[in-house]
């Protein structure tokens, strides 16, 4: 058994899109378009045929109090593996990227958390173990 897809649940689909290719760097593996919205999926380009981001149109009753009490106490919805959790910090900060976390040594693993624009918080980590 593998993961073959997760997703996240973002208040604007195409807001959501051009962040997480433009700014964080994944490819679109599928915009099927289903009514008002779509099956939209993003892949790692160094793992286009790894795990899906499905970036899930945040519609359900249950998502804004869930969204909402995660981002009040400061919980990533996700965490996304970087080689370098201090370059890509930089990165993202140069491109306007909001963090709620500055890179943070926990042991053998660093992390750092940003906001998507879309509703969630997000972490990327890394470990040097």
């Known amino acids: 058994m593998r993961v073959y897809i997760t997703s996240i649940f973002v208040s604007d689909q195409e807001k959501a899109k051009e962040f ?3 700014v964080l760097g994944f490819k679109v593996k599928h915009d099927i378009p289903m009514g008002p919205f779509s099956w939209l999926t993003l892949v790692s380009p160094e793992q ?3 795990t899906e981001l499905l970036l899930e149109p ?3 009753r249950a998502v804004s109090p ?3 009490a995660l981002k ?3 919980i990533p919805v996700t965490s996304f593996a970087v080689d370098d959790v201090q370059a890509e910090y930089e990165r993202l900060i140069g491109l306007g990227v909001e963090f709620t976390q ?3 040594e926990a042991g053998p693993v660093t992390v750092a ?3 998507d624009t879309c509703g969630n918080l997000i972490q990327i980590s890394s470990y040097q173990g």
């Open 48 to 50: 286009e045929g790894g």
């Open 102 to 104: 500055n890179p943070t």
């Open 113 to 115: 958390t940003f906001d």
């Open 66 to 68: 869930y969204r909402e």
């Open 72 to 74: 009040a106490d400061g």
């Open 58 to 60: 945040a519609e359900h």
């Open 20 to 22: 997480y290719t433009s």
